[in-house]
């Protein structure tokens, strides 16, 4: 690592003890509303998108985009699904606010991570992301078997203990999810050409989602008395703009691959202190936890840093580079 990117490593690294963050605000916010997590990530993708659509309003060039989006949804240049990633997003949020309480956030995150790597391996492979088709690494592969081998040692000593087997599912999937929208927001940042609008686009879409979601779900099960009197629980979707903001600048200074790596440190980072220092809900942090963390943490060292990034599209092909950097999903 060159002295000059040092400073873009510890930003990147920061971005993911962010996400940490984010995961343990929204699922004390669900736990304030009532166990709710649909009306906590509502809430929480909610004022994210009233901000961004505020600046929006603001400033010229990223409504230009939106006029740029529009216009090559019209003419079929970008497909009407690839603006849709703020889906993935949602469905993050959501697996915040429905199981971070019962999992606990060094849980929760190593379960994202192992569907973060599969999700990254999967989309690489069908050509999901505006680099195209990446043929997968051993390295990779050994990765996230490695991956979801921490997970089942962080569940070992839960055994027979009445652990919420079902609720490890869903962030799973959402890890899934994360990947398959970083690898579709791509095409929207680069036919806007700007981040901020591609970050707006996420954020609308995925609030649309929720409050939909939120809406059918309060059909059957209502709303909840009323909101919690805590500032701190309505600060999630501020902290999710600023890690996006924050992967926006340094990919270009970092690459994708490295940038993924010191997110996915941080969250680690991240999570363990939160559950550690700040200990919140039924979860409970075990050597087994300790160890599924560890072993997550090395097999995205040795996916992310070694041998390549697979086979390269072809020349010609279309390329959603940022400065000579590849867009690739997931880790």
């Known amino acids: ?8 490593v510890v930003l990147a690294t920061f ?46 060039e990223p409504r230009d985009g939106v006029r740029k989006v529009a216009r090559a949804v019209r003419g079929h240049r970008l497909k009407w699904w690839q603006v849709l990633g703020g889906f993935g997003g949602a469905t993050f949020v959501l697996a915040q606010g429905l199981t971070v309480t019962a999992l606990g956030v060094a849980l929760f995150t190593v379960a994202i991570v192992a569907g973060q790597v599969g999700g990254g391996l999967l989309f690489d492979r069908v050509g999901l992301g505006p680099a195209g088709p990446q043929k997968p690494t051993r390295r990779r592969v050994v990765g996230a078997a490695l991956v979801l081998v921490a997970v089942g040692i962080s569940m070992a000593d ?8 079902a609720l490890l599912l869903l962030p799973l999937v959402a890890g899934v999810c994360v990947s398959w929208q970083q690898a579709v927001n791509g095409h929207v940042k680069n036919t806007a050409e700007s981040a901020y609008t591609g970050t ?4 609308a879409t995925g609030a649309a989602a929720l409050l939909a979601a939120f809406l059918v779900h309060a059909a059957f099960a209502g709303v909840p008395d009323g ?7 309505y600060v999630g979707g501020l902290v999710g703009i600023v890690f996006i903001t924050i992967a926006v600048a340094t990919v270009q200074k970092l690459g994708v691959l490295v940038l ?6 941080g969250q ?8 550690l220092l700040l200990p919140h809900g039924d979860t409970q942090i075990t050597a087994g936890t300790f160890a ?14 070694g041998g390549g990034s697979g086979s390269r599209v072809v020349a010609g092909s279309r390329s959603g580079s940022d400065h000579g950097q590849p867009v690739r999903p997931g880790v």
């Open 1 to 8: 690592m060159r002295l000059s990117t040092a400073p873009w």
């Open 15 to 60: 971005s993911g003890t962010l996400i940490a963050l984010q995961s343990r605000i929204n699922g004390e916010l669900a736990a304030g509303l009532g166990k709710d997590g649909f009306a906590a990530a509502v809430i929480s993708f909610g004022s994210g998108f009233v901000v961004l659509a505020l600046g929006l309003l603001a400033w010229r």
């Open 158 to 165: 839960k055994v027979g203990g009445g652990f919420p087997y």
């Open 200 to 203: 707006f686009f996420n954020f």
């Open 227 to 233: 909101l919690p009197s805590e500032p701190y629980l």
């Open 260 to 265: 993924g790596l010191c997110t996915i440190t």
């Open 268 to 275: 680690l980072i991240g999570s363990l202190a939160l559950d």
């Open 292 to 305: 599924g963390a560890g072993l997550a943490l090395a097999a995205v060292v040795f996916a992310a840093l």
